[in-house]
Structures are given as C-alpha cells and as structure tokens.
C-alpha cells in the first residue's frame, strides 16, 4: 500500500483534529487509498513544535513553517494556522508541487481567496478547504434526499449557527477576535460553514442582504487564550485589546435556482454550544438538521399516507453514507474526530487518485466571496449581488 508524507503546520485545536485523523483514518477506511505518515510539524516555537510532534505522532517538528515547504520528501501541506497566514503557505505549498489541505475560512478576503486558487490551479495540486460538516452522514443523506427529489423543488432554506463559547466578556481576546488575523469574527467563522452547507444541498448563492453586530467591544488579554478559556479570579488582567470583528451576522439569501433563505450566526447565544442546523422545505416535502442531534435527520414527505404524515426521525447508521466504514450498528453515533476522519479519508483519495475534491479552493473562493458580499451589505444596508463564478 502507498504512502503519503504529510507535512502540518499549526499546532493548536485543529492540529489535534487533523492529526487525529491521519492517524485513525486507515483504521475506518480499510483498505485505505493510502497510508499517510505523519512527518514534521511547524509550530510557533521549537518547544510548542516540539512537544506538538510528540503529542500528535510527528517524526520531527520546526518552529519554521518554510521548512516543510522545502522538504523534497514531503507531499501534503495541512494548514491549521490562523487565517491571516493561510495564503502565504498555502501559494507556497501548492508552487512547490504540495498538495494543500487548509482549514475555513480558506482566506480574510476573496482577494486573498482568489490568489490561492489560481495557485493550486497553476501547479496542478489536489486542494481542499476543510469544510469539514458537509462530510456528516445525515447531511450527504439530506443531499441524496434532495438530488433524488425525494422533496421536490426546493423553495427555502434556513440556517443557523449559534456558539456561546465567546458569550462571556470575560472570554479572553484571541486572534479570532482580531480583523488583521481573522479577516471577520462569526462570518468567517462559523456563517462559511452554514454558506458552505447550503451551496452544497441547495446550490450557488447569487445575492445577499445583511446585518451584522458587535456585542463585546473589548476583551481581557491573557497569555495562550483561545477558546472557552475564561479568566479566573486571581488572573485579574491589566490590559483588555478593541475587537474590531462582528459576533453575529444575519442574511437573506437569494439562490440562483430561484431557492430563497435566511442565514444566521453568532457567537453570543448562551446555551447554544455548537447549535449549526439548517431546515429545507420543498414542494415535495421537508429536512431538518441539527448539529447537537448529529446522527439524526428528520425528513417529512408528502407522498406518505394520509394517516401517517408528519416529520420522521431517521438514525444514521451502516445503511446510510460512510456507514461501512463507521460503528457497525446504529445510535453508537459519531463525533467531530469521526468528521475530520471522514473529510481526511476523501482528501487522501483524492490525491492517491490526484483528482479533483470538494470542497476544493474554487468552493473556498467562492464562500469568500458570498462573506465580502454579506460585509458589503450589512455596510450599505442594500442587496449585494454575487456574480456566478466562470472558471
Ligand atoms: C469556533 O467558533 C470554532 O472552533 C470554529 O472555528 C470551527 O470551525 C467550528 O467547527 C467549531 O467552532
């Protein structure tokens, strides 16, 4: 069986999430499109890359992200850095023949989008934007659902992602809360992945009309904070930094196949932890999801008798997408480490094969280009048209 040497640069949450995945992925997929080799980390620092490369499997670690760039033995580039450092390693990945794998949002700006997408398309690399929630079982279900027919035409689409994990102004001031290093705070954030759900069950999206806010206008300043970390009582800090990034967006949504919608996120809605589901109604019939309830999907159609209509819940398990390879029976559910197993699973097959993978960058570039859109009319309070991508 082949091999693919994989280079990470990134050290925090979703270095233990991608790395996770590389290491269990054979293990769900057998025989796997191949065997991925985890082999040098870059972090910030020589310890943290060094203590990374420990905890995470890595064959070796560097506190210099150029250095995986230039090792001849390495194939795939993974970024799981903040935003404000995706285009530069991801352009200088992709000319030095690596495939890139890069975590949401793909880019601060579809400026920056679209030069990482002419990259990869110049060198000829596999790409993928880590989207990682079109990969859930339910959701690739609701798509065949959809592309069956089995609930008509679509009329409407209804989104939401709501966090409280920053709720708190006490939660500390990390670069997600920093226009320089994230581009925008729930936009980027958290709407991409809502975006990226709905172009991939309902299509693309042609206009925008939005609203955004700022509920916390300043945060405290703790060393290493970055989610859910409050501060406790003795670390009364001195210094609180200016948050210039919304915490919640809302947006109509027109469809260009006629489909209209509502999108909503934010990260100030206490008790909602990780609340991202969507319902999509059409003539036909209905679907709901909800991110809490991850292995169900509650489907209503109208074709069924009279006597029994309503809304069913359907378990996922080994009948529905991904279901060989996942628990053998259903309700032993799945978690975000069997997601990213599952995004990594369809990468590496994509570059075992080297073909084409969703969601690759020109679907990252296009999610960008809906965020500057959704920024442009929460500014001007109009509609913003999003013009259909050619290439
Ligand atoms: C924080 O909002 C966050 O970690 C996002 O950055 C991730 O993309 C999401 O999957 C979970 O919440």
Known sequence: MNTLNVGLVGTGFMCKAHSLAYAAMPMFFWPAPTLPCRKIIAGTSTSSAREAASRFGFERSTADWREVIADPTIDIVDITT??????????????????????????????????????????????????????????????????????????????????????????????????????????????????????????????????????????????????????????????????????????????????????????????????????????????????ERRDELQVYFEDDPHDRKGFRTINTGPAHPYGESLWPIPGIGIGYGEIKIIECYEFLKAVSNHSRCEPDFRQGYQIARIADGISDSARTKSWVEIPALKD
């Open 82 to 291: 903040p935003n404000s450092t995706h285009a530069e390693i991801a352009i200088a990945a992709s000319r030095a023949g690596k495939h890139v794998i890069c975590e949401k949002p793909m880019a601060r700006t579809a400026l920056e989008a679209e030069e990482m997408y002419k990259a990869v398309k110049l060198a000829g690399v596999v790409n993928m934007v880590a989207f990682n929630y079109r990969r859930i079982p339910a959701i690739v279900l609701a798509k065949r659902f959809i592309e069956d027919g089995s609930i008509g035409r679509l009329l409407n689409f209804r989104g939401t992602y709501l966090q409280d994990w920053s709720a708190s102004p006490q939660t500390p001031f990390s670069w997600r809360f920093s226009r320089s290093a994230s581009g925008s705070g729930a936009l980027g954030d958290i709407a991409s992945h809502v975006l990226d759900i709905a172009e991939f069950l309902v299509g693309e999206v042609s206009a925008v009309q939005a609203m955004m806010q700022t509920y916390v206008p300043d945060r405290p300043i703790v060393p290493r904070s970055d989610h859910n970390i409050e501060i406790s009582e003795n670390q009364q800090p001195s210094a609180r930094a200016m948050v210039d990034v919304d915490d919640e967006v809302l947006t109509l949504l027109r469809f260009r196949n006629g489909t209209v919608g509502t999108l909503e996120a934010s990260r100030n809605a206490f008790g909602r932890n990780n609340y991202l589901t969507f319902e999509i109604h059409g003539t036909e019939g209905s679907i709901c999801f909800d991110y």
